[in-house]
């Protein structure tokens, strides 16, 4: 029987930080796995049904996102599924973990499984669910871990808001520990970040918004290491900003504790002085433009050389876009009162690539930190076989042109957000392909 | 630049001469005159003619300096405000007869401005007027009492008196108007 | 057809044209982190004019006759609202105010929705006082309207800053080279921060002075030129000018003060601490005072107090603004 669906990646430069790869070759997916990886023409195994030239292009495996907020059910204003997901495409990415905020929050079996029926109906790629660590997001009381983990959530987080209970962040590292899944927690010492609205520092203090210090995270930072050590739990602290939580990681890192951690784009590429309104590269932010406000704020240009000084180190573990969603409305109204986030998804390659071009990071580790290194996160959760292109892996790969110059116009996003700060940006590097399991989601 | 000379010094001082034998005439004397100088050029202008009063009466005639700019009737047509300069006058004017003095009389709007100031100042018993040059073209009923030089000009020309006070030359001149396009 | 018109009246006014203030391009006055020097001075001679017409019999020019001026305060100030509206008046302007408490706030109204009801309203210039820093800013991306800060959380106070420094220059002759403390809640002081930008640009030297919690954090950082100190005696020593802030006493239920008692013991304005300044250094108050907590009763009230004639200086001021961002309304580009 003739395979017909067989798809030939072929002239481009193959990354596959999972097996050392950095090389030209070409690439055959077959019945939704990777087939065969040879060298630049080299002939296929079998006659491929279809070719994807890709010539002067980037081939690697599809990239993965530990954090995303599709916002459905309940926001479908801002995001659903089907729109996250495709903006997930667009980006390159090909697995989506999307986080529990959702109303109802996904702390109860129906809504993990509306959430994964709706992502295989409608989803352009691959969505793992995260569910609460608290019934409600309310702090209290824990959430039902082991049916949640039973229904398919591959990690617990309250994100949105931080587990702020240190009891009941004890508790679930302890209840989560034979499900073998990490409590991924939001740091922050809410006593201390309360009312602030970004960066606690002279920006701040020169608009007189009231700021989140550094210390409100890495309080937090540390109070879920001192966890992790007490209980043997997994915790992966999420969207870490500041040089001191990086610090603190490396030491329980050095430890050996089961620690692990993320980083967005945003917060390795922007800082603070945003919120000024001044800048010569985003020429159509103002003064308390809203759409720098994200939590945790942008931060100074030392957290943002210690983060990256942290990927390069591997304290990081991994990339996460930290997409955030939100509608007009929701934006356009005084500082203080507007939503936190950023519409990411379509925008962190094009932002990270940034740094590689600067030579702040090479290509391959920058890769990954998208694939590889979450991949870990996800297999330990028990989700294997992502992150690779290895023969017999799911035909997940993002193709894309590192060098490609483009002007972020949000109004084209395929996400409903769009709410970037990086309207008018222009960006260098973006996704030209992206397939999940062995279809072609998206082409540019 | 077509610049065109119409008054000289000597003809300067010569028209003010006369213009303040007039106001000595008129009001029969110097009693319960106020010169108010309108900025710029009417202050030194009013000055001089107090010193003239002066010679001619053996009296001294208060001199006050007016600034019409927030009279005018054009602020919100302008890309620019005009700055406002000081308005300062010495006596009370409450009876008094004012001789308004300005440089240059034209469309009247200016004057109607300063009348409206000096109104907001207190009744004068009567408002006079005096300038250098009138040079027509009035949009408003308004006509000066004493005039140093009738001079019938075109509308897009310029006139422009020079002061040794402002300009460090005493002059008044013509200056040909702008063309809307180059000439080939 | 156009040129002839203006050149008409070039001619008619050309005295005046060569004066023109050429420094002002303000559309809206947010804040004086973006004000030069001579800016600030022409809005200083222009204020200087309008107090001429305060000490007239009939406080009133008919300048801004035809305009539109709201106020809308979203927090309550009598003094401010009240200052602005005798500005607008005695220009000939039409007022209509609005304050939080009468209008849709509670209804759940968007500060969008209401100032695009202004706008519809026709206001031409809108005066905001708000509880948020950066309201004003927020305001003006979405309006047609000129927008004057009246204060905005705790970030700016420009017309505050402008009186101040009318206040200091008319008393003072001149602001260049001037030692100017400014004393108490420096955190959350738009009236400080205003008036770091307003004296600086004016050559001034400025000391910032209150107790560690209420100074913010990275403050070196954020104004590199001025001095800070924690000890209100280092601050006073050979000051020409004096500012106390007001104290707000919920600091202390935030626990950023340990006691009203002691803040008054270490910081209070009296005429000891004031003897340590030059003397006749000017004493100045943004309001309302807390007579006898921030500042003493005696230095309040004594001979080198300016701060009743900063009300009246704050007139002129508003005055001055109003003129200056009144024109070009209907030009014709």
Not at chain 1, 142 to 164: I, R, Y
Not at chain 2, 39 to 46: I, N
Request: aromatic share 4%; hydrophobic share 40%; with cysteine.
């Amino acid at each position: 029987m003739p395979r017909t669906d067989a798809l030939l990646i072929r002239g481009g430069h193959l990354i596959d930080p999972s097996q050392g790869l950095d090389a030209p070759g070409d690439i055959l997916l077959a019945e939704g796995k990777v087939a065969w990886v040879g060298k630049p023409g080299e002939p296929p195994p079998q006659k491929p049904a279809q070719i994807l030239p890709a010539k002067g292009l980037v081939v690697c495996p599809g990239f993965i996102d530990l954090h995303c907020h599709l916002r459905e059910p309940g926001f479908e204003e801002k995001e659903t599924i089907a729109t996250g997901t495709l903006a997930a495409a667009r980006g390159g990415f090909t697995t989506v973990c999307c986080m529990a905020n959702t109303n109802p929050p996904l702390d109860n079996l129906a809504s993990v499984e509306f959430v994964l029926r709706r992502a295989a109906e409608l989803g352009a790629v691959r969505v793992l669910p995260v569910a609460c660590v608290s019934q409600g997001r309310k702090g209290q009381e824990l959430a039902e871990m082991a049916e949640l983990a039973g229904a398919g959530a591959v990690a617990f987080s309250d994100d949105g808001d931080p587990v702020a209970s240190t009891r009941l962040m004890r508790h679930a590292l302890e209840y989560a520990l034979p499900l073998g899944l990490p409590i991924m927690d939001h740091p922050q010492d809410v006593s201390l970040s309360q009312g602030g609205v970004m960066h606690e520092g002279w920006v701040a203090t020169r608009l007189g918004l009231k700021g989140m210090p550094s210390a409100a995270e890495e309080v937090a930072v540390a109070r879920d290491i001192l966890l992790a050590e007490l209980t043997g739990g997994w915790v992966h602290l999420q969207h870490l900003s500041t040089a001191g939580s990086v610090e603190l990681v490396r030491l329980a890192k050095e430890k050996g504790l089961p620690i692990t951690a993320e980083v967005t784009p945003h917060h390795l590429a922007l800082t603070h002085e945003l919120v000024l309104g001044k800048s010569p590269d985003f020429p159509g932010l103002h003064p308390y433009d809203t759409r720098t406000k994200v939590n945790p704020p942008l931060r100074s240009k030392e957290d943002v050389a210690a983060l990256i000084q942290g990927l390069k180190d591997g304290i990081i573990d991994a990339i996460a876009t930290d997409h955030a969603p939100h509608t007009r409305v929701d934006k356009e109204c005084e500082y203080d009162l507007a939503a936190s986030g950023i519409s990411g998804l379509e925008t962190a390659l094009g932002l990270l690539l940034g740094l590689v071009h600067r030579g702040e990071i090479g290509l391959p580790d920058l890769i990954a930190l998208l694939t590889s290194g979450p991949a870990r996160i996800l297999k330990a959760a028990g989700i294997p076989g992502l992150g690779t292109l290895q023969a017999g892996a799911p035909a997940d790969v993002t193709v894309f042109d590192p060098d490609a110059e483009w002007t972020v116009e949000p109004e084209a996003f395929a996400s409903k957000g769009r709410n970037t700060l990086l309207a008018g940006a222009v960006l260098r590097g973006k996704a030209m392909a992206t397939i999940y399991g062995g279809k072609v989601v998206f082409q540019g | 630049m077509g610049e065109k000379v119409l008054l000289t010094e000597v003809d300067i001082r010569r028209a003010l001469v006369r213009i303040a034998h007039e106001i000595v005439e008129r009001n029969k004397g110097c009693q319960d005159l106020v010169l108010v100088g309108m900025h710029t050029r009417g202050v030194p202008l009013a000055r001089r003619l107090a010193a003239l009063l002066k010679d001619i009466e053996k009296a001294e005639v208060p001199v006050g300096t007016l600034d019409i700019g927030l009279y005018r009737d054009d602020l919100p047509y302008r890309e620019e405000p005009p700055h406002i300069r000081s308005t300062d006058i010495p006596a009370d004017i409450v009876g008094k007869v004012v001789v308004l003095v300005d440089d240059v009389l034209f469309t009247g709007r200016s004057i109607r401005a300063a009348m409206d100031a000096i109104m907001d100042l207190g009744r004068p018993r009567r408002i006079q007027l005096a300038v250098l040059v009138d040079r027509g073209h009035r949009e408003l009923p308004i006509r000066a009492e004493y005039v140093g030089r009738n001079l019938p000009t075109s509308q897009q020309e310029e006139i422009q008196v020079r002061l040794q006070e402002v300009d460090g030359q005493e002059l008044v001149v013509s200056v040909a108007p702008e063309r809307e396009e180059n000439m080939p | 057809m156009r040129m002839r018109e203006v050149s008409r009246r070039a001619a008619e006014s050309q005295a005046i044209l060569s004066t023109e203030t050429k420094e002002w391009h303000h559309r809206h006055v947010l804040d004086l982190d973006d004000f030069s020097r001579g800016e600030i001075e022409a809005v200083l001679d222009t204020a200087r004019a309008m107090k001429e017409v305060l000490g007239r019999e009939i406080k009133r020019v008919p300048t801004l006759r035809g305009k539109t001026v709201v106020t809308a305060f979203y927090e309550p100030s009598t003094r401010t609202r009240v200052s602005f509206e005798l500005a607008a008046k005695n220009l000939s302007a039409d007022v209509a105010s609005i304050s939080a408490q009468a209008s849709s706030v509670e209804k759940g109204e968007s500060l969008l929705d209401t100032v695009r009801t202004f706008q519809a309203l026709g206001a031409d210039i809108l005066v905001l006082r708000h509880w948020q820093s950066g309201a004003p800013y927020f305001v003006a991306q979405h309006v047609e309207a000129s927008i004057i800060s009246a204060g905005d959380g705790s970030h700016a106070h420009p017309t505050q800053a402008l009186l101040d420094l009318f206040t200091i220059r008319e008393r003072m002759g001149s602001i260049e080279g001037l030692r100017v403390a400014i004393i108490g809640d420096i955190a959350y002081s738009r009236v400080a921060r205003s008036n770091v930008w307003g004296l600086m640009a004016m050559g001034a030297q400025v000391v910032l002075c209150g107790p560690s919690t209420l100074l913010p954090s990275d403050i070196e950082k954020a104004y590199p030129d001025v001095i800070v100190e924690t000890s209100s005696e280092a601050a006073l020593e050979g000051a020409d000018v004096v500012m106390a802030l007001r104290l707000q006493r919920e600091r202390q239920e935030a626990g950023l003060l340990p006691s009203l008692r002691e803040y008054i013991r270490l910081y209070q304005l009296n005429s000891e601490r004031l003897a340590r300044a030059r003397p006749g250094a000017l004493v100045l108050h943004p309001g309302p005072m807390n007579e006898g907590l921030e500042i003493s009763p005696e230095v309040a009230h004594g001979p080198q107090s300016a701060i009743e004639e900063q009300v009246t200086n704050g007139v002129a001021v508003r005055m001055a603004l109003l003129y200056l961002l009144a024109r070009g309304g209907h030009a014709e580009d």
